[in-house]
């Protein structure tokens, strides 16, 4: 995390004045039934899709529960910013009255000015309004001195409002956070908690704030685990810190423990990967056949995982494979039976989920240094596909996508692998795994900017782009319908209009 090195004296007083303004106290946020509900069904849903699916439910049901429609609308205005906002705009035209109606539609304006205009129609009918003052915090620029107070003084007079909602705390702590104010951000961190004892990202928050101080994430963890016992987030956390220290025994006792709270294939998976680094190749190889009896069975992940490479030279390596590709071909011919039987209600949906934002503009080099702008593109279809090396779920959906490139596709559409988010910044990977692949595609070396430009959040993010230059479709995750989803995309977009 970045960390401010000096501070000038404006500031210092700025941050002096912050301290003495966190002295508040919070009440526990009791969440509705509604929102547990609707976490749990996002949380467990397979796919992409399928949380889609889920937000749009619990969006329609439950309109004026805050903490469902925050959850699901943030979910659906990452996959459609537009038909999001135009659905809360609409609801807002509708409602001109309600509070929850007119910052939802609020929250979701392009502009500060815009979002400024929704907040004041909310503090018009009382200007202690806890979601008005929430929504007039998120317009000021935090990065200027007085931004930043304006920001931080909406937001305690919300807080004042109402000190059982979480949403001002948590801005706040990340207000303080992004200024460089650790201990400031550490103080509200600790509140928020205190709000949500059951929620590990209070606690995420301020091991983010210990800038990888493993030993620190693991007593913060342990802190939350000793009340939350099952909770398999923190487990994972403390894991993770373990593995960085190369504490293998701790690693593996906590690995398990994962598995003894949820027995999934994925679990059992990295639990073997655990194994692995330690040197335990006999209980590396009985977790992996385990993971694949779980169901998980994704080839491309075995043969790319660097924790598995000690394993490869053992006899049983092939048989691991073998089991896992028999699984996935089991999976594939029930995913691709299912697809046909719906592929009429799925065309359907594909074809009108058309967005219209204009895309971000770009000049990048391809594997050959050769320099390709989308400015140079426009008049055709233009497929994005965001990627990197290490990711399991893009080298599941590049061979899609290449099948697509080479049996499907139209003459005006062209296709580009944007390569992102390359671990250390290193990109010398990235030719040799595309030859060794043999993708047919071309290949652009990407930039993490160009990445936050395009809303990518998670890898891969497949972006269609229209012949006038807007952004008109957006698959999110591995789909193995993918071929067949783009061509009724394309052929939509390649329509005379």
């Known amino acids: 995390m970045k960390r401010f090195l000096c ?26 039934e509604a929102e547990r509900a609707a976490e749990t069904a996002l949380d467990s849903a397979q796919t992409y899709d399928a949380q889609r699916a889920v937000a749009r439910d619990y969006q329609s049901r ?94 305690l007079k919300a807080i004042r409002a109402d000190n059982s909602l979480p949403f001002a705390v948590e801005r706040l702590g990340n207000l303080l956070r992004l ?14 908690g205190q709000m949500e004892p059951d929620r590990f990202e209070p606690v995420q928050y301020r091991i983010m704030l210990a800038g990888g101080d493993h030993q620190q994430a693991i007593r913060l963890a342990d802190e939350f685990l000793d009340k939350n016992p099952r909770d398999v987030k923190a487990l994972y956390v403390k894991a993770n810190s373990q593995r960085e220290l190369r504490d293998w025994s701790g690693h593996l006792r906590t690995m398990r423990r994962v598995v003894e709270v949820e027995r999934t294939g994925p679990h059992a998976y ?26 998980y069975t994704d080839v491309e992940q075995y043969k790319g995982d660097d924790d598995l490479i000690p394993l490869r030279s053992d006899p049983r390596w092939e048989q691991v494979l073998t089991a896992a590709e028999a699984g996935e071909r089991a999976k594939m011919i029930e995913i691709m039976r299912q697809a046909a039987a719906t ?47 290490w990711c399991g779920p893009c080298r599941k959906s590049m061979p899609l996508l290449d099948k697509f490139y080479t049996e499907n596709k139209p003459e005006n559409v062209v296709v580009y692998g944007v390569n992102v988010w390359e671990r250390g910044g290193k990109t010398d990977k990235v030719k040799p795994f595309i030859t060794e692949r043999g993708f047919h595609f071309p290949i652009l070396y990407g930039t993490n900017d160009l990445a936050n430009a395009y809303g990518v959040q998670g890898i891969p993010t497949l972006v269609v782009i229209d012949p006038q230059g807007k952004i008109a479709y957006r698959h999110v995750g591995y789909n193995p319908t993918l071929p067949e989803v783009l061509a009724w995309q394309v052929n939509e977009l390649s329509k005379k209009r």
């Open 7 to 32: 501070i000038s004296a404006l500031l210092a007083a700025a941050l002096s004045v912050t301290a003495a303004n966190l002295d508040f106290s919070v009440r526990r946020y009791q969440r509705s």
């Open 62 to 155: 439950y309109p004026d529960d805050m903490g469902v429609q925050l959850r699901v609308g943030s979910l659906l205005a990452m996959d459609n910013l537009d038909s999001t906002r135009a659905f809360y705009l609409a609801r807002a035209e509708r409602e001109p009255d309600n509070e929850i109606a007119l910052y939802l539609a609020g929250r979701l304006q392009a502009t500060p000015d815009e979002q400024r205009t929704y907040a004041r129609r909310i503090l018009a009918k009382s200007t202690d309004s806890y979601w008005g003052n929430l929504l007039l915090a998120g317009t000021y620029p935090a990065e200027t001195d007085s931004g930043f107070r304006l920001s931080q003084d909406a937001l």
């Open 179 to 192: 200024r460089g104010d650790n201990e400031g951000a550490e103080a509200v961190f600790v509140k928020l």
């Open 270 to 295: 990295d639990l073997a990967c655990g194994f692995s680094l330690a040197g335990e190749t006999d209980s590396a190889y009985a977790w992996l056949f385990t993971a694949v009896e779980l169901g």
């Open 343 to 389: 592929a009429p209600q799925r065309k359907q949906v594909a074809v009108a989920e058309r967005q219209s934002a204009l895309a971000p503009e770009f000049t990048l080099k391809d594997l050959n240094g050769n320099t390709v702008s989308l400015a140079s593109l426009r008049g055709k279809v233009v497929i994005l596909d965001f990627w990197a090396t």
